[in-house]
């Protein structure tokens, strides 16, 4: 996976994921006319709705960028007819070529863990596979330690499948467990350490291992004391734009050669044409715009 | 909620709540069989053998049981077809009048937090209402802090609907991030303290928060201690059974009334017919017997 994610970014000069996270109120009314009219107020029409604004939205900007990153929970909110639109959606991504980051930050023991690794291992059942997720990676959490983490770990050796493991997210409330202290040691500082531990046997070409972590990118000085910390893990880093990181504070997320980090850019891109007041008709347009000033700004 | 579960714990004079937790290695031959037949090897046929095997253990004993848990990883694993399974499975729990604690330990940022408390909020799509996982209660993860948790006390309490937020879990590995040690105090003890702040305005008339805790039942002088910091949460206790918790380890877990905890299992009762290699045709009585003895072994 971080073979294909890193050969890809480089192919495209672009170390940008685009979070496919949908929400009612970001869906553009002809389409939503369109699908109520179709199916009434139900699940299903909105289903309906997030996939063809994804579809529209991938089609302008897949050439542009290495990933994709849904967020599940978007989905799942609407049932299994959002999920529907889950599957729906990775499995549009694959056909194009997209590396597929599902952030479905999963966590829990052990036999329940293996069961989660179907995410990315798939499913036997007598015999014949089952790829029902399309999902090259995922994030998960660390909060329940290595019996919870375990399972995933044989699937991305198995699978060449990746995970990016919880270390310090972007969000306000992050300091509250993440950032206390214990002998001059922060919490994310252990998961780190632990993170680099389990993805030790997993490294591939470019020297970063298919165990990633999530460090969000609105805490900069732990983003770069976490690079220097962790030298084989890959970063995806959520948090930029939207809530609040700017791409001169993401340089020391980097290496050297300007390798080991992702950012993720969700409603910054997807619905850039209501931030900008652009009409709805060229939503997807706008994202495309959106995608080329990120790598721009990126780059700089 | 918690109400509801107390008088409901009350009524039947069990503190026990049921994992549905289906796995195709315990789905009896004949189940299997038949499914197979009807739909051949694919996720439909597994989730029909999951829906199938949880109707009929569910026909068995919700006369016994207040509640169930069930455990969202095992239908995920079969994708779209699975989460079919654990719908038809909470949908049938809530028609047998049983109180369903979704097991699916998510958590996340704000925003994606909101979309995820759709789980126990359900959604509103123009102006229509749909409660599209027919939980009670949900099992939440807390490393991400107070906005990841915030969007699900919202939902409790606008629906009188609950959380068990995990403070310390029940798998070996669980001291490696929970256990860390700072100022004499471990990380499930900075988590404990959070659950208390964040369930003080959910206090219902016996005296417990909707905003409980999931605190596992193989870490006994934890339980213990937890219980006596956290006055007015009530605990989810996993680990009883299969993973080596037992009745006498449990009582420290419960306040003066015995009230205050619930103890789920999963394997011991769904697949007891296999641990006692009893005919596989019996194997809902058989549960219905595994019950009935974790009923007399707590009160013991």
């Not at 652009?278 to 721009?296: S, T």
């Amino acid at each position: 996976m971080i073979d294909r994610l890193i050969s890809s970014i480089e192919d495209k000069q672009n170390p940008t994921v685009v979070g496919l996270d949908p929400t009612y109120e970001m869906i553009p009314t002809f389409i939503k006319e369109q699908c109520l009219e179709q199916w009434g107020n139900s699940p299903k029409a909105v289903s309906e709705m997030f996939f063809t604004f994804n579809k529209m939205i991938i089609d302008e900007i897949y050439d542009l960028i290495p990933a994709v990153k849904p967020q599940i929970a978007m989905y799942e909110k609407y049932g299994l007819e959002g999920l529907r639109a889950y599957f729906e959606t990775t499995q549009y991504c694959k056909s194009k070529g997209l590396i597929i980051i599902g952030d479905v930050k999963r966590g829990d023991i052990a036999s329940t863990a293996a069961a989660y690794a179907g995410h990315i291992a798939g499913v036997d059942i007598e015999g014949e596979y089952f790829d029902l997720w399309n999902e090259d990676a995922i994030t998960v959490n660390p909060y329940l330690g290595y019996d919870g983490i375990e399972p995933f770990l044989g699937a991305c050796k198995q699978f060449d499948k990746g995970l990016f493991i919880l270390v310090k997210t972007s969000n306000p409330s992050s300091c509250e467990i993440q950032d206390l202290k214990l002998d001059n040691k922060h919490i994310y500082n252990y998961v780190a350490d632990l993170v680099s531990k389990w993805g030790e046997n997993l490294i591939g070409e470019y020297g970063y291992s298919n165990i990633g972590a999530v460090v969000g990118a609105t805490y900069r000085e732990q983003g770069e004391e976490l690079r220097s910390l962790m030298p084989h893990t890959f970063f995806l880093v959520p948090g930029y734009g939207a809530q609040g990181g700017k791409a001169s504070d993401l340089k020391g997320y980097f290496d050297k050669d300007g390798r080991g980090a992702i950012i993720n850019s969700s409603r910054g891109i997807i619905s850039a044409y209501k931030t900008k007041n652009i009409q709805e008709k060229d939503f997807a347009k706008v994202a495309r715009e959106a995608v080329i000033e990120m790598k721009n700004d990126l780059k700089g």
